[in-house]
């Protein structure tokens, strides 16, 4: 036999430490509301979190970035060509099968 006991819903709250909740009842709702900050106090600590941010991300030395560059740059010549490639190929077989046909 298992061990699980059940228990309602209001006894489960009591039993995990939660406040009760009013319901139906009328009984009175108990919550902890966060005080809420004005527009400035909240775009202030939106600012203050984005400097907090920016401090620790690492930003790329000069030859980091240039070698990522021609990297970038040989991958788009590479494939411009390949793709310029297929293209051609599927040109030239589509032209094949329309002289085919006729």
Not at 3 to 28: H, I, L, M, N
Not at 36 to 59: A, D, Q
Not at 84 to 99: A, C, M, N, S
Request: glycine share 10%; aromatic share 12%.
């Amino acid at each position: 036999m298992s061990r699980v006991t059940e228990f309602p819903e209001e006894e489960d709250s009591k039993a995990r430490g939660e406040p009760a909740r009013g319901g139906d009842d009328g009984g009175e709702r108990t919550s902890i509301a966060m005080p809420k900050l004005p527009l400035v106090g909240r775009v202030g600590e939106f600012y203050n979190n984005i400097k907090l941010e920016m401090r620790k991300t690492t930003w790329p030395t000069r030859s980091e970035v240039w070698s990522t560059t021609v990297v970038v740059l040989m991958a788009v010549i590479f494939f411009g060509f390949y793709l310029w490639g297929v293209d051609k190929l599927v040109t030239i077989g589509f032209e094949y099968l329309q002289q085919a046909i006729r």
